[in-house]
C-alpha cells in the first residue's frame, strides 16, 4: 500500500494526530496501576462525604448557572483546542447549545469541588484526573442521540452507519478487550510496508539482535551509530515509512547505523534486570565496532532506551571513551525525580512503585497491553472516546496510521527490570554516585566524558522537557540540548518534510531550563539537519561503504527487521 492509500480521512487524520501526540512509552507510566485510580476515586468520594457543605454549595451554584442557560444569559464556551464541538450544530440549534452549557456547567462544578475541598494538594490532583475521566465520559458527543454528526450520518446513509458501528463494536469486545480499535492493522505489515530499510541481523543473544543496515552512499563515516530503542515497543518507531524513517535519513547522509531490536520477554525470563540489558548491549557494542573497524562507536538511546544506554555508558567509567565516542539521548529522564512535573506524577508515590514492582514479580512481567489500557484512560479523549466517536456513532473504520500501528505493538517487560526501573525513582542513581552497581561496576556520572546532544519535546506529557534538560545537565558542561515543538514521539519522528517542525538549541545552561529557553537559539525546520551537522564530524573520517553487511565472525543471520520483532 502506497503513502497516498493510507492517507486517513479528514475525521481519522484529526483523531489520529491527537493519538499520536500520547503514545505510549515506559517512563513514568510503569509504576501507575488501575488500583491507583480506584484509591483516588476513593480520595473524591471520601471528600464528598466528610465535606457536605462545599458539595452543596456546588450543587446550589450549579442550580443558578441552570437557570442563566434557561434564560440565554451564559456566555459558557468550550476551552480553546476542544475538537469535539467543533461541528457547527453546537452554536446554530438552541437545543444542542443548551445542551453543551448544561455539560459544561456541571464539569466546573465537578472540578471546583475538589478545588474547594481541604484535601491536599497531591490529593486534589489525584482526585482531579479520576473527575476529568468521568467529565470527559457523559460528553453528549459521545451519544448516538446527542451526537449532531452521528445523527446526520445515520439520516444520510440509511442507517447503515449504525450497523457499521455496531459491527465495529462487536469486533472489538472480541478482538480488542472491548477498547476502541485505535488503528486498521490490515493497513500495515512490519517487513513490507514499515521496517522495510535493506539490513541484516548480524547478531542474536537472548535479549537482542542487532540489524545492520545497508549503507546508502558511497562512502560512510567510520565511526558506527548504535541505536538503543525502549523496551516497551518495538524498534520500528524510527523505521517506518521511508519518509518518516530516522534511520533512513542516517544512512543517506553517511552514517553507518545499527539498531538494537529486543526481545519480547515472557514470565520465563522474569529475572532479566538491568544488568542483564546492559551486558548484552556490550556484546551488540562489540560486534558494531569489530564490523565496521572502528575502535569506538556513537550510540543513541530515547526513552528507556537512553536510561539502559546510559547506564551500560556508566559502567564503563573513565574507560567510556573507548568505546563510546558520542552519546545522544532523547526524551529521556535520567533523574526520576522529575517525572513529578508529567501529568502522571501525582499518582507516583513511593507506595505505588512498591505495589508495583511487588505485582510484576508475582506475574513475573509487565504486559504493553495492560499498560497501554491504563494509559488510554489517562487520556479517554484522545485515546478512547475520539475512537468510540468515528467506531461505533459513525460507523467509520479506524484510521490507517503507521504510527499508531506501532503504538498498538507492544511488548512485555520482565519483572527485573521493572523493579530496576522502579528503584532508579528511590536511588537516583545517575544524580547520586555509588548508588547503583551493575556488572560489578559503580555508576558515577562524573567519570564519564563524552559529547552529547540531548532532545525533548516541549509538548511531551511523559518525559517533560524540563526533566530531560536535567538530563543534558547530568551528561556534562557542553552538552547540546534541543527543544522541538513537538511531543513524546513526534520530537524523534521530525524529518526535514515536517512544514510545521520548529525547535530552540543551545548549550545546556547549569541555571535551569527557563534560563536555556532565554538564551536558546530558535529555529525553524527539523532538528534532524543540526544533528546530522554534529554527527558527521564526530563520526571519524570517510572510508569505502561496505558492499555487503556482516562477516565471516559474524555471518548474517536473517534480513531486517529481523525475527525478534514478530515475537
Known amino acids: 500500500m502506497n503513502s497516498e492509500q493510507r492517507e486517513p480521512p479528514p475525521f481519522s487524520e484529526g483523531i489520529s494526530e491527537a493519538a499520536s501526540r500520547n503514545t505510549l512509552a515506559l517512563n513514568p507510566l510503569v509504576g501507575i496501576r488501575g488500583q491507583d485510580l480506584i484509591d483516588s476515586a476513593n480520595t473524591l468520594f471520601k471528600a464528598v462525604v466528610n465535606e457536605p457543605k ?165 562512502n560512510v563515516r567510520k565511526r558506527p551509530l548504535v541505536i538503543t530503542p525502549p523496551q516497551i515497543n518495538k524498534y520500528y518507531a524510527l523505521d517506518l515509512s521511508p519518509d518518516k524513517s530516522m534511520v533512513r535519513f542516517l544512512l543517506d547522509s553517511g552514517i553507518q547505523v545499527f539498531c538494537v531490536s529486543w526481545r519480547n520477554p515472557t514470565a520465563a525470563h522474569r529475572e532479566w534486570g538491568l544488568d542483564t540489558y546492559v551486558a548484552a548491549l556490550d556484546e551488540a557494542v562489540d560486534v558494531a565496532r569489530d564490523l565496521t573497524g572502528s575502535d569506538d562507536i556513537s550510540m543513541m538511546g530515547s526513552c528507556s532506551g537512553g536510561i539502559t544506554s546510559t547506564a551500560y555508558l556508566a559502567t564503563l567509567g573513565s574507560a567510556a571513551q573507548e568505546k563510546i565516542k558520542n552519546m545522544v539521548l532523547a526524551v529521556c529522564l535520567l533523574d526520576p525525580n522529575t517525572a513529578d512535573e508529567s501529568a502522571f506524577g501525582c499518582l507516583m508515590t513511593p507506595e505505588t512503585m512498591r505495589a508495583a514492582k511487588e505485582t510484576s514479580r508475582l506475574r513475573g512481567l509487565v504486559d504493553g497491553h495492560e499498560l497501554a489500557r491504563m494509559f488510554a484512560w489517562m487520556r479517554p479523549n484522545d485515546l478512547v472516546w475520539n475512537y468510540w466517536v468515528n467506531n461505533y456513532l459513525l460507523g467509520n473504520q479506524p484510521p490507517a496510521f503507521d504510527i499508531l500501528y506501532w503504538n498498538a505493538d507492544t511488548t512485555r517487560l520482565p519483572a527485573g527490570l521493572h523493579g530496576d526501573y522502579l528503584d532508579l525513582y528511590f536511588t537516583n542513581p545517575f544524580v547520586n554516585a555509588g548508588k547503583l552497581a551493575l556488572n560489578g561496576e559503580t555508576i558515577d556520572m562524573s567519570r564519564i566524558k563524552v559529547d552529547s546532544y540531548v532532545v525533548a519535546g516541549v509538548t511531551d506529557h511523559i518525559t517533560p522537557w524540563k526533566g530531560v534538560h536535567k538530563t543534558a545537565q547530568i551528561m556534562g558542561e557542553g552538552t547540546t540540548f534541543v527543544l522541538s515543538n513537538s511531543g513524546h514521539l513526534q520530537s524523534l519522528l521530525n524529518p526535514p518534510t515536517n512544514q510545521k517542525a520548529s525547535f530552540m538549541i543551545g548549550t545546556v545552561n547549569p541555571s535551569g531550563p527557563d534560563a536555556f529557553v532565554a538564551a536558546a537559539e530558535k529555529r525553524k525546520g527539523s532538528w534532524w539537519l543540526d544533528w546530522r551537522d554534529w554527527l558527521l564530524p564526530r563520526s571519524g573520517d570517510e572510508v569505502t561503504a561496505p558492499t555487503s553487511l556482516g562477516s565471516e565472525r559474524h555471518p548474517v543471520l536473517a534480513a531486517a527487521p529481523g525475527t525478534y520483532v514478530f515475537e
Request: glycine share 8%; net charge negative; charged share 20%.
Open 54 to 218: 462545599v458539595a452543596t454549595e456546588q450543587w446550589f451554584s450549579f442550580l443558578g448557572e441552570l437557570g442563566s442557560i434557561a434564560a440565554g444569559k451564559s456566555e459558557r464556551v468550550p476551552k480553546a483546542g476542544d475538537k469535539r464541538f467543533n461541528d457547527a450544530t453546537w452554536k446554530e440549534s438552541a437545543l444542542h447549545n443548551g445542551l453543551l452549557k448544561v455539560y459544561l456547567a456541571w464539569g466546573d462544578a465537578v472540578s471546583g469541588l475538589v478545588d474547594k475541598s481541604s484535601l491536599t494538594e497531591i490529593d486534589k490532583a489525584r482526585a482531579h484526573l479520576v473527575t476529568e475521566i468521568l467529565i470527559d465520559a457523559v460528553a453528549p458527543t459521545n451519544s448516538m442521540l446527542t451526537n449532531p454528526a452521528a445523527v446526520r450520518k445515520f439520516v444520510d446513509t440509511g442507517g447503515r452507519s449504525l450497523w457499521s458501528g455496531m459491527k465495529n463494536y462487536l469486533d472489538d469486545l472480541t478482538k480488542n478487550g472491548g477498547m476502541p480499535s485505535m488503528v486498521d492493522q490490515s493497513a500495515f505489515k512490519v517487513g513490507e510496508t514499515l521496517a522495510i530499510t535493506p539490513g541484516a541481523v548480524v547478531v542474536r543473544n537472548e535479549l537482542l539482535e542487532l540489524i545492520q543496515y545497508m549503507p546508502a552512499t558511497p
